[in-house]
C-alpha cells in the first residue's frame, strides 16, 4: 500500500488497523537483552499474513528478503510494532526472514517471538558485546553508547553466510509500503543504500578538532559526502564482508577513544567510511527525525510528499510519550501497529 498522499489515507488506515487487534489476547514473556523479571511486556498475538497468488514460493530461500533488528529491553515493543507494520503491508509476507540480534540468549525466546506472530520466519543470535569493548566512546546520549548500537557494523560477522543482502532497521520505525520495493534497489555496485540528505550541514557530524586536522580533512576527498540515517539501510553482506569494512570502521572508533573526533554514536564512524559513496534512494523510505524532544515537549510534523516509512529517530519514542500520556500528533500513526498488552510482576510457567 504506497501513500501518494498520506494525509488522505489517514482516516481509512487508523479505521482498518483498529480491526485488527480483536483476537483473544496471548501473553508472551521475551527474554532477551538483560530483560529483569519485574518487567515482562506482554503482548497480544498478531494475525497471520499470507502470500499473493504471485508471490514466488517462500519455501526457497532465494526467495527471502532479510532484515536484521536489535531486541533490547527499552525497544521490544517498538521492535514488534515493526514487524507487524512490515508483514502488514507486505505482498509477500511469508518471504519474509527476520534476524534479531541481543544481547543475553534465553533458551525460550525463540517460542516467546514465535507466540506473537505464530507464522514469522526468524532467528536470533548473540551479539557478542566484547567486540565492541574498549572501542566505544561517550557520546551527548547514553542510548547511543550501548553495544547493541553497534551491531550493525557486524552484520557481516553475525548473519549466516547464505544471506547476501540484508535491510538493517531501527525499532522506532513504522512500515506503510511494501518494503520488497526498497530491498529489491539497484546498488549499482554501492555496499549501502538509504536516503541520503545532502541538505544538512555536514560538519557538524565531527568536532572542530577533526576539521583542522589536516590528515583527517583530508577524508572525505574526492566524495561529495552527505548525511544519511543508519537506522534504515540496505547492505550489501557480501561487498561489506569482502571489503572489510567492519574494520574500517572500528578504525575509526579507536581513532574517536583517543582524539574525540564526534560526539555522537555508531553514526559518525560509518559516516567516515561510507558518506558519499552510497546508493542514494527515494526519501520516502525514511522520514526521519519525528521523535522531536521529548525533554521539552517537542514534536516534528511529516515532511511533504510520499511516504512509505516512518522514524521517531530522536529522543522521544511514540510508546514512551503515549505512556506518559502525553503524545504528540504523530504517535497516533504508530498506536494502530503497537501488539502491547500489559506488563506484569510474573507469570505462571
Known sequence: MAFGSFSSHLPLLLGLLSLLFLPTAIGIRVLCSSISDDYIPLFRQAPAFRNSDSCASHKKPNNHVHFAMTLDENYIRGTMAVVLSILQHSTCPQNLFFHFLCLHIQPNISSNIKSAFPYL???????????????????????LDQPLNYARIYLSETLPQDVHRVIYLDSDIIVVDDIAKLYEVDMQDKVVAAPEYCHANFTHYFTDDFWKDPIFSRTFQG?????????VVVVD??????????????????????RRIYDLGSLPPILLV?????????????????????????????HPGPISLLHWSGKGKPWLRLHSRKPCNIDHLWTPYDLYRSTRVALEE
Not at 551479539?127 to 569493548?133: E, I, N, Y
Not at 553482506?237 to 583517543?258: A, H, N, P
Open 274 to 302: 561510507l558518506a558519499g559513496d552510497i546508493k542514494a534512494v527515494d526519501h520516502r523510505w525514511n522520514q526521519h527525525g519525528l521523535g522531536g524532544d521529548n525533554f521539552e515537549g517537542n514534536c516534528r510534523a511529516l
Open 121 to 143: 520466519n526468524f532467528d536470533v543470535y548473540y551479539f557478542d558485546s566484547t567486540r565492541v569493548q574498549g572501542k566505544i566512546s561517550k557520546s551527548i546520549r547514553q542510548a
Open 223 to 231: 566524495r561529495a559526502p552527505c548525511y544519511f540515517n543508519t537506522g
Open 237 to 258: 553482506v557480501d561487498k561489506w564482508r569482502k571489503g572489510r569494512y567492519t574494520g574500517k570502521v572500528e578504525e575509526w572508533m579507536i581513532i574517536q577513544k583517543k
